[in-house]
């Protein structure tokens, strides 16, 4: 669970977690809509980097009143990213 209340709490969850934690994004009213796994690849000042198993994603940390933290996950525009599970090394 993230339990977060604010995005520089996130920021540091997300990296304590980075390389091992797995998203799930769903994104509405876009192109490309759908589900799609991603892994959390690494976490730096100004944005997230995520792997698709193929190519990184990059997703920069939005101002705090464009972020909206749910329970387990948070969602910027139209991208929930939930995490599902935190792989052990």
């Known amino acids: 669970m993230l ?3 604010n995005l520089n709490q996130l920021k540091n969850k997300l990296k ?4 091992k934690a797995i998203f799930k994004l ?3 009213s876009s192109l490309n809509d759908g589900e799609f796994l ?3 690849h690494k976490v ?3 944005d997230i980097i995520f792997y698709d198993g193929e190519k990184e ?5 939005p101002k705090a009143n464009e972020l ?3 329970d387990n996950g948070f969602i910027i525009k139209n991208c929930t ?3 599902l599970q935190v792989k052990e090394a």
């Open 3 to 5: 339990n977060v209340k």
């Open 16 to 19: 304590e977690i980075e390389g």
């Open 26 to 28: 769903t994104r509405v």
């Open 38 to 40: 991603r892994i959390l």
């Open 44 to 46: 730096r000042q100004k």
């Open 57 to 61: 994603w990059h997703l920069e940390f």
């Open 68 to 70: 909206t933290l749910i």
């Open 81 to 83: 990213y939930e995490l």
